[in-house]
């Protein structure tokens, strides 16, 4: 038998444009008030995992997300923020105690992990952009696999940064057993889902993943069984 480990997929709480109804994309705007609570939730939903390393995009609402959730975790693990390439942050961010770096969760922050740029598209309110551009073209712009909003990123793009990371940095861990938290957005965290389940690109179109909701699946003998909570 292979070894056995779990991934878990966390978009983000809800966030302040996520309020206001405002395409965010690339904009590094917080968590609401319900985005707060949103990953607390999420925290007890995944509480008993434990988890090796923790994945997050260099955007703060999904940084937040995965350390407040961590709070709830019953582990008693020391979320750890790594700062490669981060020259004297990297440097000096060093522990010096095995008891405190055994007790502490290695996090890493990857760009590849963020939303798809929305272009044109970002700060806008989706209802005026509605408006503006029809409601149509809008949802072709939101929804299609291979059309990218004005200057900005497909989903089929976003593939092309998400799932190279993905399979470079984070399968090979789960492969060697060691349970994973990603927490990231709902374009970069449908096309790793659209790869593990094997989704065609209609099917991929349909795929909503709220916000504070993880999907958890299990990987053993090559391959992913997707559970519930």
Request: aromatic share 8%.
């Amino acid at each position: 038998m292979g070894n056995k480990a779990k991934l878990v997929l966390l978009r983000h709480g809800q966030s302040e444009w996520n309020k206001k109804n405002r395409f965010t994309g690339w904009v590094d705007i917080p968590l609401s008030k319900e985005g707060v609570l949103e990953a607390q939730k999420a925290g007890q939903c995944i509480k008993a995992i434990p988890f090796d390393v923790i994945f997050v995009s260099s955007l703060i609402r999904a940084q937040q997300t995965a350390m407040i959730a961590m709070t709830e975790h019953e582990g008693g693990k020391v979320p750890q923020l790594h700062h490669k390439g981060g020259g004297r942050l990297e440097e000096w961010a060093q522990i010096h105690d095995t008891k405190a770096s055994a007790m502490s969760i290695p996090v890493y922050a990857a760009w590849e992990l963020n939303e798809r740029m929305y272009g044109d598209l970002q700060g806008l309110n989706k209802d005026e952009a509605r408006t503006k551009f029809g409601a149509s073209q809008v949802q072709i712009w939101r929804r299609s696999f291979s059309t990218p909003p004005p200057n900005g990123e497909s989903l089929e793009m976003t593939a092309k940064r998400t799932l190279p990371y993905f399979k470079e940095n984070i399968a090979p861990l789960i492969q060697q057993g060691q349970n994973i938290l990603v927490s990231a957005h709902g374009n970069s965290l449908r096309s790793i889902v659209m790869d593990l389940e094997k989704l065609s690109k209609e099917q991929v179109i349909t795929l909503e993943i709220p916000t504070g909701k993880p999907l958890c699946y299990t990987y053993q003998n090559n391959r992913w069984l997707k559970e519930s909570f």
